[in-house]
């Protein structure tokens, strides 16, 4: 049972580089999301999605695209690098049954943009 | 708007209790959630409170106040491996979404 897969764990960018992160998760989870995660500024919502070909926007959405063509995967595009996005991306999805369902996270992408 | 706020960092004893605090201010409230995050690693789900009053599981209980505003997160007989981050996250209904704000979290460190 792998979970939430996150690939790929690591990622050196130049600035202006496009690049996807892959987020892969076999639970059957209608909902996914992302988030990045910075010092001092907690997880923060970029991109969610309650179901196959339905996404939305979340807290800080500027500069990333996504797209849910099937329930399992959930990519997110970088479409021109900048060194602000520079930042440990986490994928995560949950089961839409009951407000109480928790959210499950893959291991994390560690950006880096030069 | 949504603000969750937590201390920064704490350091306890081993074999000692600690309270870790989360006080919030949502627009809309569906419950509460305490995950763990060692370093480097990915968070991991520890309790969930949606009434107000105490969870217990464990070493490690929850509660909440909703008229309040408030939750804690209680470590009982602290050992090393509970040296991690500990994120509070309120879930708040927006359209057909269970959206999920996340505090900034408090690194607790366990000293012997």
């Known amino acids: 049972n792998a979970g939430v897969t996150q690939t790929p764990k690591f990622q050196v960018l130049k600035t202006g580089q496009s690049m996807t992160l892959q987020c892969a998760q076999d639970?059957?989870?209608?909902?996914m999301s992302w988030y990045r995660q910075d010092p001092g500024m907690g997880l923060r919502l970029i991109h969610y999605?309650?179901?196959?070909?339905?996404?939305d926007q979340g807290e800080v959405p500027n500069g990333y695209n996504v797209s849910r063509s099937t329930t399992e995967d959930f990519p997110l595009r970088l479409l021109s690098a900048a060194p602000s996005q520079t930042s440990v991306y986490f994928c995560?999805?949950?089961?839409?049954?009951?407000?109480?369902?928790?959210?499950?996270f893959g291991d994390g992408t560690r950006l880096s943009i030069l | 708007g949504q603000n969750i706020d937590q201390p920064t960092e704490m350091t306890a004893t081993e074999g000692a209790i600690v309270q870790i605090n989360c006080t919030y201010q949502?627009?809309?409230?569906?419950?509460l959630f305490w995950y763990q995050q060692h370093a480097g690693e990915a968070p991991t789900f520890l309790s969930y409170?949606?009434?107000?009053g105490l969870e217990e599981k464990g070493r490690f209980s929850s509660f909440l106040s909703r008229s309040k505003g408030y939750s804690y997160l209680l470590l009982k007989e602290l050992q090393m491996k509970d040296s991690a981050s500990y994120l509070c996250?309120?879930?708040?209904?927006?359209?057909?979404?269970?959206?999920?704000?996340f505090g900034t979290g408090t690194k607790l460190q366990v000293i012997p």
């Open positions: 995560a999805s949950s089961y839409s049954g009951g407000a109480g369902q928790p959210q499950h």
């Open positions: 639970m059957n989870h209608e909902y």
């Open positions: 999605s309650v179901g196959a070909g339905i996404t």
């Open positions: 949502t627009s809309g409230f569906n419950g």
């Open positions: 409170n949606v009434l107000d």
């Open positions: 996250a309120v879930r708040d209904p927006v359209g057909g979404y269970q959206k999920v704000t």
